[in-house]
């Protein structure tokens, strides 16, 4: 047994634990950087509090490097001191490469992987206080802050344990207005972001541990939440299993949904979360019938089916039907929805294979493999 682990500094979970923010934030700093995303007039009481202390960058859509560019110009210009990030992954990734760049200088192409620079971050980012208002991306307890380049026509990281956020304000009570639509895909991408960790081939004792809890609380409680938005007890565990898997692929890596995920997030406008959703069947059924799976890894999933479907007997099998059902009743579409099509396969599987979450897919797929998958979640 051996492993490292890291995590957000400080984490704070449950109902009403948004009603600490004003006494967080003043013990951080005096000028804060606030970014809130589409969604940010739902808790708009929350923000106001904060903006008249500091600038306020309302993020429409998904961060690009442009967009942080231009957010950092102005927190270096009020001299803000420290980052407080309300929204989905989106809001949470500008803030957290925010408070990096305010620590480190240079620019975010400097620190990008795959199309930048990747040079090391080298000091710790300026205290930031992450507030999910969706139960998604886990973005509050990861290391990385996802950016788009429209120039390249991808989605990469900038990656360091420096940038996890100081803060994790996680309050299920956010998540009570999500839409149907939104707490479809954003809790699938939850889903996606527990199972993939726990068949990586990067995971631990550790990460295994919170993915068997993710698990179980996202697979009995998601298709509540979507049913009946108002359930807080199916909220709090959609909200918890969001928690323990950004925490354990933050420790153990993605896969081939992930891999997949980050060319198509670039190319095309297709919210992460119901991309990943499409993906997720496809890419266990890939996985499962390789000629290289071994033993181990199909142990996983058969006990990922196990839990998910609450049948002691269940066989990996078993876990893809699960979810073809549930992405079938929440209203999932193919990937044709947002443009994507054949003349599309070629480029993106090329992109795909050199993604950094397919280095934790348990096995290594093939061109023709990847062909097949992306052709099935169109």
């Not at 839409?179 to 990460?207: H, K, M, W, Y």
């Amino acid at each position: 047994m051996g492993f490292d682990f890291a995590t957000a500094g400080r984490v704070i979970f449950g109902a009403g634990t948004v009603s600490q923010l004003d006494d967080l934030a003043h013990a951080l700093g005096k000028k804060p950087f606030v970014v809130s995303g589409r969604g940010g007039e739902r808790h708009s009481g929350v923000v106001e509090r904060l903006v008249d202390r500091g600038p306020w960058l309302r993020l429409d859509g998904e961060p690009d490097f442009e967009g942080v560019r231009q957010a950092l110009n102005v927190a270096r210009a009020e001299a803000c001191d420290h980052v407080v990030a309300i929204g989905g992954g989106s809001a949470i990734d500008a803030g957290k490469a925010i408070a990096m760049l305010i620590t480190n200088g240079g620019d975010p192409m400097d620190y990008a992987e795959v199309i930048g620079s990747g040079s090391p971050v080298k000091c710790v980012s300026a205290p930031f206080i992450a507030i999910p208002t969706t139960a998604g991306a886990g973005a509050e307890v990861t290391r990385n802050a996802v950016l788009r380049s429209r120039e390249h026509g991808v989605k990469v990281s900038l990656r360091s344990a420096l940038m996890i956020p100081s803060i994790a304000l996680v309050d299920p009570e956010l998540t009570l207005e999500l839409p149907p639509s939104i707490t479809a895909s954003t809790g699938l991408d939850a889903l996606t972001q527990v199972l993939e960790p726990f068949v990586s081939c990067r995971a631990n004792e550790l990460t295994d541990t919170l993915c068997r809890e993710g698990l179980r609380r996202i697979g009995r409680s998601l298709r509540v939440a979507f049913e009946k938005g108002d359930q807080i007890e199916a909220r709090i565990d959609v909200a918890f299993g969001a928690l323990v898997g950004g925490m354990a692929l933050a420790n153990a890596g993605l896969g081939a949904v992930h891999g997949f995920a980050a060319p198509i997030g670039g190319m095309f406008d297709a919210p992460h979360g119901a991309v990943c959703a499409a993906l997720l069947a496809p890419v266990m059924e890939g996985n499962i019938h390789h000629k290289d799976c071994g033993l181990e890894t199909m142990r996983r999933y058969e006990e990922a089916a196990r839990i998910l479907t609450q049948s002691a007997s269940a066989r990996a099998e078993d876990g893809i039907a699960w979810v073809r059902d549930l992405t079938r009743d929440l209203g999932v579409l193919g990937l044709s929805k947002y443009g994507i099509g054949e003349v599309h396969v070629e480029e993106l599987c090329h992109r795909a294979a050199a993604a950094s979450s397919m280095r934790g897919n348990p096995v290594v797929l093939e061109s023709g493999l990847l062909r097949s998958i992306l052709r099935a979640a169109i």
